[in-house]
């Protein structure tokens, strides 16, 4: 016997200066019609929220309000049809000894214990930084999110934009170094330079700890706004699974930057 449930993460692209309007994203949302929905760079705006709050009957969990260098003010979402028994948000630290000020947030996390059938499931819907900081602050953030979930005993689901950013290209890298203002050392691990694609050293980690990628890691998930061209062959979006088996996965297509990343997952009980 199992218990299954659908999800959907999706990085909706609510901030930027080429901001895709609400009401391109609300049918799709609509149409995916998932359990749970976790949606990062969210609407701000009152018209834009309550438009997410009548979309269905469900529990809306909204983080604080956050900031982007890249054009303003935005809020990451959990909202479910399924029952909630508990959530929080999850403060992502930056290493002591990295260039960035400590004091700033390595990126943004949170989390909701839903109940699945008689089964409870932990998500985490994660935005992980990419401003100012490389591959070691990514993974010292999901290593934060991997520790956090050793607490709880049911299956988990960690999913979001996780800005695994630095392509295997070395024009791509100083691109995106440059526009993402990069230290010198973003992309290197322990004093070495790190020359494959880090997305290969992410799912490493991941699946150290114990949790499998639902969606082929050679597939890209974004694409230069407001374009469909994958430009520097990125992979930002993931969804990890831990005590669970996927029965179908799709990725969407890009009406925002990022692609929606939509799985339909079981629990064997």
């Given amino acids: 016997m199992s218990q ?3 999800l959907l993460t999706w990085n909706v692209m609510g901030h930027s200066p ?4 609400f009401d391109r994203v609300v049918p799709e949302l609509k149409r995916y019609n998932a359990d749970i929905m976790c949606l990062q760079e969210g609407p701000d705006t009152k018209h834009e929220y309550e438009e997410l709050l009548r979309l269905r009957k469900d529990t809306v969990l909204s983080s604080a309000k956050l900031f982007s260098p890249e054009g303003g003010w935005h809020r990451n979402y959990i909202t479910t049809t399924l029952p909630v028994e508990s959530s929080d ?3 992502l630290s930056l290493p002591s000894d990295c260039g960035a000020d400590p004091r700033e947030s390595n990126g943004y996390a949170m989390w909701a214990d839903v109940l699945v059938g008689d089964v409870l499931v932990r998500v985490y819907n994660c935005h992980l930084r990419i401003r100012g900081v490389g591959i070691t602050e990514r993974l010292y953030a999901i290593a934060q999110v991997f520790e956090h979930a050793k607490v709880f005993s049911g299956p988990v689901v960690i999913c979001g934009d996780m800005n695994t950013t630095l392509a295997q290209s070395p024009i791509s890298r100083m691109v995106i170094s440059k526009f993402h203002d990069l230290p010198p050392y973003a992309d290197h691990i322990a004093g070495e330079k790190y020359k494959q694609d880090e ?4 799912h490493k980690a991941a699946t150290e700890a114990g949790y499998r990628a639902v969606f082929d890691i050679t597939k890209n998930t974004w694409a230069i706004p407001p374009t469909p061209i994958e430009l520097f062959r990125l992979k930002l979006d993931w969804v990890l699974i831990k005590d669970m088996s996927i029965i ?6 890009y009406i925002t930057d990022h ?5 339909e997952l079981a629990v064997d009980i």
Avoid at 259 to 263: H, P, S, T
């Fill in 4 to 6: 299954q449930l659908s």
């Fill in 89 to 91: 948000d999850l403060h």
């Fill in 199 to 202: 997305r290969h050293v992410f």
């Fill in 259 to 263: 692609r929606a990343l939509y799985a």
């Fill in 248 to 253: 179908a996965s799709k990725a969407g297509g």
């Fill in 18 to 21: 080429m901001r895709v309007l």
